[in-house]
């Protein structure tokens, strides 16, 4: 197998980071999803009642708004560093 120049590693190594992030990012959806499926629904029906569904929408709206939030405060590390 031939050796990878230093233009193919470094490629490589972006898909590899981007394909790890991808992963984590959807490990921590499956997480939360169980968070709030456990906090929210105490009896799985053939349909939500009205108190579960407020519930799990609040849940999703925390966790997309600590989402952006984390986003935000990564992006002005990021931007710090930079400078």
Do not use: Y
């Amino acid at each position: 197998m031939a050796e990878l120049g230093e233009a193919d590693e470094a490629e490589l190594q972006r898909l590899v980071a981007a394909e790890q992030q991808k992963a984590q990012f959807t490990a921590q959806v499956h997480h939360f999803m169980e968070l709030c499926w456990d906090k929210c629904v105490e009896k799985p029906g053939n349909r939500l009642d009205s108190r579960t569904e407020n519930c799990l929408s609040s849940c999703v709206d925390r966790f997309i708004d600590t989402t952006l939030a984390i986003t935000s405060r990564f992006a002005q590390i990021v931007q710090k560093g930079g400078q």
